[in-house]
Nanobody, 126 residues
Framework: QLQASGGGLVQAGGSLRLSCTAS????????MAWFRQAPGKEREFVAA?????????HYADAVKGRFTISRDNAKNTVYLQMSGLKPEDTAVYYC????????????????????WGQGTLVTVSS
């Protein structure tokens, strides 16, 4: 089970940090990711981070250099630090988890994830 939080309303150029806390003993070994879905659009990949201490990260081009994904295995939590926010970042953000994987295509495809949080709304005003 995943519980996402940290969304809110922010002005363009501002920052937010999303958190996703997981229950279960396998958190540290799994790949975790953030996806987002804007109104009228399909869910899209944002960022992912591998488990098992490797910590390999992958980002969507749209957020590279502005967003940072990280994890604290002691707290069973994955974070998404968002800075330089733009109105087009407005969306419901979902965290997701799956068995650890290093193949980029599997890290970025929503259907490849088995666990999902409930979503947290991020609204960026211009």
């Amino acid at each position: 089970q995943l519980q996402a939080s940290g969304g809110g309303l922010v002005q363009a150029g501002g920052s937010l940090r999303l958190s996703c806390t997981a229950s279960g003993r396998s958190f540290s070994s799994g790949t975790m990711a953030w996806f987002r879905q804007a109104p009228g659009k399909e869910r899209e990949f944002v960022a992912a981070i591998r488990g098992n201490g490797g910590g390999m990260k992958h980002y969507a081009d749209a957020v590279k250099g502005r967003f940072t994904i990280s994890r604290d295995n002691a707290k069973n939590t994955v974070y998404l630090q968002m800075s330089g926010l733009k109105p087009e970042d407005t969306a419901v953000y979902y965290c997701a988890g799956r068995v650890n994987v290093a193949i980029i295509t599997l890290m970025t495809q929503a259907h490849a994830y088995s666990s999902w949080g409930q979503g947290t709304l991020v609204t960026v005003s211009s």
